[in-house]
């Protein structure tokens, strides 16, 4: 699926140019291992490719999966979670 926005709204499109999840998301990334962040009512999380939480929307940002970890950040401290939400690593001051 490809990223794809109108109205100030993200969702995806499938091959076909048809809509798959429609444009609901503040904010999106592309999918990366079956996963992709959104942003909604301000915070982030990721979905799976049948547009279900499956790390729900609690960070106040977020990137991409590369190597099974994304970078996200909450309450200012950047931290790396595994595709379950997991924290696996904290950058401390």
């Known amino acids: 699926m490809a990223l794809a926005g109108i109205g100030g709204k993200y969702g995806y499109i499938g091959i076909d140019g048809k809509y798959k ?17 959104v942003e ?34 909450e309450r200012g401290t950047p931290k790396y979670i595994n595709r379950k ?3 696996i690593f904290v950058f401390e001051d």
Request: no cysteine; charged share 30%; proline share 4%.
């Open 40 to 73: 909604k009512d301000d915070k982030y999380g990721f979905i799976d490719k049948d547009n279900q939480f499956v790390i729900e929307p609690k960070y106040d940002y977020a990137l991409s999966f590369i190597n099974d970890l994304a970078l996200v950040w």
């Open 21 to 37: 999840i429609i444009p609901e998301y503040d904010n999106a990334g592309k999918f990366s291992g079956g996963l992709a962040y």
């Open 85 to 87: 939400g997991r924290v």
